[in-house]
């Protein structure tokens, strides 16, 4: 779908590349299978190339299987460590706001889903030159919101 002016639509999946996203929603809840839980991102693209285009990302943060824990542990990692909060934290509130670099492919439609981006990167991994900033001019602090109930497992370190 395209927007009035011709170009893609806030949902429509961008080009692979990596671009600043501001994080608009976080919440861990389970997979769909039952068997891991996972940290669920609502991005939206902040820089020159697609604004406000939407993007989501699944970080695993406990499973069984040791190898995903290690790779949701790395991207978390490197998220945390773009958006200068720190690795230990407790509420997925003190993601809101804030702004760092994804990496996306670009997933080719197949007969059951149409196209779509997937996040490979996050962070530093996804751009090393990225500095941490502050929250994105304008909006709602992270900092400065009331306490909301988030993780509903103890915090972990990274």
Avoid: C
Wanted: proline residues 9%; charged residues 20%; aromatic residues 6%.
């Amino acid at each position: 779908m395209t927007d009035e002016k011709g170009g893609l639509g806030e949902f429509e999946p961008v080009p692979a590349g990596v671009y600043p996203a501001q994080i608009v929603s976080a919440e861990e809840e389970p997979t769909k299978d039952g068997n891991s839980w996972m940290l669920k991102i609502q991005f939206s693209i902040v820089g020159p190339n697609y604004p406000g285009h939407r993007v989501w990302g699944r970080i695993i943060t406990a499973s069984a299987d040791p190898s995903k824990v290690a790779m949701g542990k790395r991207h978390l990692a490197n998220l945390l460590d773009a958006i200068g909060v720190g690795r230990r934290i407790s509420d997925t509130d003190v993601l809101l706001n804030k702004v760092a670099p994804i990496k996306v492919k670009l997933q080719a439609a197949t007969e059951q889903y149409s196209a779509s981006n997937n996040i490979v990167e996050y962070g530093i991994a996804a751009d090393p030159s990225f500095r941490p900033a502050n929250d994105v001019p304008g909006t709602a602090s992270a900092s400065a919101a009331a306490p909301k109930p988030g993780l509903k497992k103890p915090p972990m370190s990274f």
